[in-house]
T-cell receptor, first 114, second 113 residues
Framework: EPEVTQTPSHQVTQMGQEVILRCVPI?????FYWYRQILGQKVEFLVS????????KSEIFDDQFSVERPDGSNFTLKIRSTKLEDSAMYFC????????????FGPGTRLTVT | AQSVTQLGSHVSVSEGALVLLRCNYS??????LFWYVQYPNQGLQLLLK??????LVKGINGFEAEFKKSETSFHLTKPSAHMSDAAEYFC???????????FGTGTSLTVIP
């Protein structure tokens, strides 16, 4: 069964450093998403991506964040200058984008900013 | 705007007992509703979804949920809890193709042997 994969599983970085989180969505999906989950809190939407551009973003997704689909398979989230409060689990998801279609989530990348 | 409220951040049941996890939604348009399960250190796995077909939806692992428009609810149930059901459960709503999911705060289910 096809699945969403994410690398790395755990990333430790120092405050102010740039990080890139990588995802490989399911191949025939059209919509790609990033969510984050701060420890003990709910899953929060960051951004969705369709047809090579951002289709929605939340207020969390400020200028420090960017997304890219550099080739036909990868989908990346870049945090330009990490802050302590960026420490969270980051989930990538993808969907067919049809009405009512579920989103398939990857296993997540745990980002720890020290 | 859309939102989801999950009453009860922690629920404990005995093995073999009924599981009931509550979810109420707010949506200005007919919603699509989902239940996801998250096991420790894993991603979110879809349990079931409501997409305006049958109001009683059956999912994996013996779970089901009933969409009640009059109560704006989509509670998750399972007749008999199993130890392996211990996990975090999230209710989510979306309203259009490709749109973001709005998640509830989650309910942690503990199953007591």
């Amino acid at each position: 069964e096809p699945e969403v994969t994410q690398t790395p599983s755990h990333q430790v970085t120092q405050m102010g450093q740039e990080v890139i989180l990588r995802c490989v969505p399911i191949s025939n999906h059209l919509y790609f998403y990033w969510y984050r989950q701060i420890l003990g809190q709910k899953v929060e939407f960051l951004v969705s991506f369709y047809n090579n551009e951002i289709s929605e973003k939340s207020e969390i997704f400020d200028d420090q964040f960017s997304v890219e689909r550099p080739d036909g398979s990868n989908f990346t989230l870049k945090i330009r200058s990490t802050k302590l409060e960026d420490s969270a689990m980051y989930f990538c998801a993808s969907s067919r984008g049809l009405a009512g279609s579920e989103q398939y989530f990857g296993p997540g990348t745990r980002l720890t900013v020290t | 705007a859309q939102s989801v409220t999950q009453l009860g951040s922690h629920v404990s049941v005995s093995e073999g007992a009924l599981v009931l996890l509550r979810c109420n939604y707010s949506s200005s348009v007919p919603p699509y509703l989902f239940w996801y399960v998250q096991y420790p250190n894993q991603g979110l796995q879809l349990l079931l979804k409501y997409t305006s077909a049958a109001t009683l939806v059956k999912g994996i692992n013996g779970f089901e949920a009933e969409f009640k428009k009059s109560e704006t609810s989509f509670h998750l149930t399972k007749p008999s809890a199993h130890m392996s059901d211990a996990a975090e459960y999230f209710c989510a709503v979306s309203v259009d193709a490709g749109n973001q999911f709005y998640f509830g705060t989650g309910t942690s289910l503990t199953v007591i042997p």
